[in-house]
Structure formats: C-alpha cells, structure tokens
C-alpha cells in the first residue's frame, strides 16, 4: 500500500536562497531540525528508507526560491538504494570494514582529493567523481554512530563545514544550481546497524546526453584531483 512521509523544513526566516547564506545559528538549528524529522520518521514501523534533500534554484530542481531542505521517507527501499547497501555488506564480509569506510581511509590517506578536514569531519571529491565538482562529506573515521545519535555540538560542527563546502562551490562556480543529499542506511529487518551516513554535494553542470542516457555510465570533464584543489582555494577560514 501507498505509505510514506513528506516534509520541507524552512532553514530561515530571511528570504535567502542558498544554504551558503544561513548564519551560524540558522545552520545548527536547521541540523537538529533535520535529526528530529528523521528521529520522528523511524517511529512509525513501516518506514523502510528516508532521505533529507535539498535543491538550490532552478537548475538543481527548486520551484522555490526560499531556502528549504524537504525529508521524504518510504515503505520501500529504492532499487538503488538496496544495491548500495548489498555492496556495502559485500565489501563489510570481504575485508572487515564498510565501502564507505575503505574510502574515506584511502581520501585521508591520499589527500590529493580532500578538499577540507575539520573537526571530525572529512570533504573530499571521491575518486572516479560522477559529476564535475562533486563532493561527500563523511565523518572521518566511520563508524555505526548514525545521523540520529550525533550531539548537537557534532552536527553544529557538519553544519559549518557543510556551509564551508557550499561556499567553495559557489566561490568556484559563482552562481551554481546544486543539491545536496544527506544519505541514510534504510532499515533492514534483522540487521541492528544498516550501514553509515554521509553528505553527497553536487553542482548542476553535467547535462545527461545520449550516452548517459543509454548506457548509465556517466561522463566527467573535470577529475577529481583538479576540482579538489579548485575547491581548497574558495575555503572560508575557519
């Protein structure tokens, strides 16, 4: 049967239009905000999946102009969804860590591709990126601790580092339509801890063509290594 949850939370008062426009108290607030709407999203039983979105000007998908981020939580876990969560799984069995964990080591490892790392939190553009200028934002030694359990000072410090990230973007794009995802484990019956979170940022430059299209495979112009390292100059100082 048709069940499920949808919601937007407004980040601000102020008629602004990006994330990278919040102050300091706009961003906490709007993290816990985003931590209560899910907390109250796994309450109901049947809720399988839930995803925290939000789409800047018209390019990244917004009929709104007002910043606002939206939640929306399902019965079913996406086909997609319930592919990565089977490679995570594949590679936990494989090699004792998660997918998402092995990457986040070779980043911080490498760190030709980390674009910011502050307290506890790691922004890097990943290896073989899908789009120009994509970026994830993870913690930087995950672990099972989910969205929902992170201490207001830990998601005030995301949240900072999400408008760090935001406005390098924008500083290296000026004007740029994007989204950013918070992406969450779905609820899988049986299992205690599903997987990790992170934060996926991208900009609205690749247009799908043809080949996209046709074979799923995704064309970059732009690697990773050099987007890093575009992004590293439109850092705001802490």
């Known amino acids: 049967r048709g069940f499920g949850l949808h919601e937007l939370v407004v980040l601000s008062p102020r008629h602004v239009e990006s994330y990278s426009e ?15 709407r899910i907390r109250l999203a796994w309450t ?27 939640l929306i939580a399902t019965a079913v876990v996406p086909p997609e969804i319930a592919r990565r969560h089977q490679r995570q799984q594949s ?17 911080r490892r490498e760190q030709g591709r980390v ?7 790691v922004a890097f553009c990943p290896y073989a990126s ?4 994509e970026l994830w934002i993870a913690p930087d030694e995950p672990s099972a601790e989910p969205f929902e359990g992170l201490t207001t000072e830990r ?22 339509a994007y989204n950013f995802v918070i992406h969450l484990p779905p609820r899988v019956p ?37 987007a890093a390292g575009r992004l ?4 705001p100082a802490a």
């Open 115 to 121: 674009v910011l790392e502050r307290d506890g939190f």
């Open 22 to 36: 919040l102050d300091g108290p706009e961003r906490g607030t709007s993290f816990v905000a985003f931590q209560d």
């Open 130 to 133: 899908r789009l120009s200028y």
């Open 190 to 226: 049986g299992e205690t801890s599903s997987g990790h979170w992170w934060i996926e940022l991208f900009p609205r430059i690749n247009k799908l063509a043809g080949f996209e299209l046709a074979t799923g495979c995704m064309i970059n112009q732009v690697p990773p290594d050099i």
């Open 155 to 176: 998601l005030g410090r995301l949240a900072d580092l999400l408008h760090a990230a935001v406005i390098a973007l924008e500083g290296t794009l000026p004007g740029i």
């Open 91 to 107: 590679h936990r069995e494989a090699t004792g860590q998660t997918l998402l964990e092995s990457i986040v080591a070779d980043e």
């Open 44 to 70: 109901w039983p049947d809720i399988r999946h839930a995803v925290l979105f939000q789409n800047c000007r018209v390019d990244a998908g917004a009929s709104i102009r007002h910043v606002h981020s939206q």
């Open 232 to 235: 590293r100059d439109h850092i």
